[in-house]
């Protein structure tokens, strides 16, 4: 058979090493020897013998493919069978939008706080049990955002840990995280946290304590840095099986300040207790980096933190991401506080967006526009189709692209939208390779 | 001499597709489309 080299390799050399990494199949390799070098190099329409080496693991890592692949074709029948997957069903739900911070940005801040009752939560939780049901359906995650949820994590804990029970009843694994500004905490919320069965904690700082307590506070909070670090501590202390995630959003203005919460988060004896996610805060505001821009300086905070001993999951990284965004898989959620339902939150801005409604006894009455989000496709776009990275990203936010006035004017199109790993992909390779036991 | 060493398997043997299993990942909350948004 004939074979060529797929268009989503990358070749690159690191400490005087060759190696060779395919965007589409996410495998890396260590090659050696010229022959394999120039092989790969000027394989186009080479007939192989592909039962040995090189060919044999070139064909394996996906390096090399049959001559007449279609590769984008395989990508799309790769994210089609994933975004219609049964099996996972990705829920975020929030039960009220109120919170006790007013951060400057917030976008949720000028929505009206309705605050479900319990009342709906019976609703809610006999809904999420008939999805637990469906012969279908193997594991169930659920996000619990807000709002801050821990100020009703009283109904969160009662909703967790009956569907955590109701799971392990049906076989179906359950995972559920909690998305908190972390304000609030006590041994008592840590005590309810490990009761409701919470396996992961996500929290935010921007930047160091100069930064954050400019953005994160109100007034009956004027300064949060140090509370959230402290309560960081005291989770670590109480509930010491919860994975605990720090998001760190990053910034022209906060980027400087970053060295002081490192030493901060050693201080408090919190590394690689927690793991550190970090985020290009994002608006059109100069104090933010442009992707690129950000690109660059996520990479010198990883090496920043490596080398104080952190470590990072890579792999996550660099592994395809062919179930896409979850704006368009069929079994991805987002449930506001009244029981309506979006597909995304980031959506959550406008009725407009919203396919349907969990009614009377937990059915979900849906509006006919599901299918308007399900039918996008990242694929449809000249740019992404030309892209390495595609198989990655598969196109970033649908959101940026479903809500853009036109096709001519779409995010993605001006690459506004593009993930940060389109210009940091072999640094990233590079911080794999150095730091993979 | 000639080698090629794999460091990173290919994901659909290693599973990562297969399964999609995001909860055994640290960071499978942290997609992309988390970036906070001031809009």
Excluded at chain 1, 123 to 142: D, F, H, M, P, W
Aim: contains cysteine; charged residues 25%.
């Amino acid at each position: 058979m004939h074979y060529r080299s797929s268009n989503f390799s990358i070749l690159f050399e690191h400490k005087q090493n060759t190696y060779i990494y395919n965007t589409h199949s996410g495998a890396i390799a260590n090659i050696s020897g010229n022959n394999i070098h120039s092989a790969f190099n000027t394989i186009e329409d080479l007939s192989v013998d592909i039962s040995s080496e090189p060919y044999k693991s070139l064909v394996l890592g996906g390096f090399i493919v049959p001559f007449d692949t279609d590769e984008l074709s395989e990508i799309r029948c790769d994210m089609c069978k994933n975004k219609f997957k049964a099996s996972h069903i990705d829920f975020s739900i929030c039960l009220s939008y109120e919170c006790n911070l007013s951060c400057s940005y917030c976008f949720e801040k000028n929505w009206v706080k309705i605050t479900s009752s319990t009342d709906i939560d019976s609703r809610l939780l006999a809904y999420l049990q008939g999805q637990v049901r469906e012969k279908e359906t193997k594991r169930v995650s659920i996000n619990w955002s807000g709002g801050e949820p821990m100020l009703f994590l009283d109904r969160i804990s009662k909703t967790n840990s009956k569907l955590s029970i109701f799971c392990k009843e049906h076989s179906v694994k359950y995972r559920s995280t909690i998305t908190t500004n972390l304000t609030l905490c006590s041994p008592e919320i840590c005590d309810n946290l490990r009761k409701a069965a919470i396996n992961t904690l996500q929290v935010t700082l921007d930047g160091h304590r100069s930064i954050h307590d400019k953005y994160r506070i109100s007034h009956l909070y004027p300064a949060t840095y140090d509370l959230i670090l402290e309560n960081i501590s005291m989770l670590c202390e109480y509930v010491p099986s919860l994975t605990i995630v720090l998001r760190i959003n990053v910034s022209r203005e906060n980027f400087p300040t970053l060295p002081l919460l490192i030493k901060d988060l050693a201080k408090l004896n919190l590394k690689n207790r927690i793991r550190i996610a970090f985020a290009r805060l994002r608006s059109h505001d100069s104090k933010c980096f442009s992707v690129e821009e950000y690109a660059h300086h996520e990479i010198v905070l990883y090496r920043s933190f490596i080398d104080e001993g952190w470590s990072f999951n890579f792999k996550r990284k660099l592994t395809p991401r062919y179930e896409g965004c979850a704006a368009y898989t069929k079994r991805s959620y987002a449930i506001c506080p009244d029981l309506s339902v979006l597909k995304c939150w980031e959506l959550a801005s406008s009725n407009k967006h919203k396919i349907g409604r969990i009614e009377e006894k937990g059915k979900m009455i849906l509006n006919g526009k599901e299918s308007t989000a399900l039918a996008l496709d990242p694929l449809d776009n000249q740019d992404c189709r030309d892209c390495i990275h595609l198989p990655l990203c598969m196109g970033g936010c649908a959101v940026d692209r479903s809500t853009s006035t036109s096709s001519d004017n779409c995010d993605m199109r001006l690459g506004i939208n593009c993930n940060p790993i389109k210009y940091n992909l072999i640094d990233i390779i590079k911080a794999y390779i150095d730091t993979d036991k | 001499m000639e080698s090629i060493v794999f460091l990173l398997l290919p994901a659909i043997l290693t599973g990562d597709i297969a399964t999609d299993d995001k909860c055994d990942t640290s960071d499978f909350i942290i997609p992309a489309c988390t970036d906070v948004d001031e809009s």
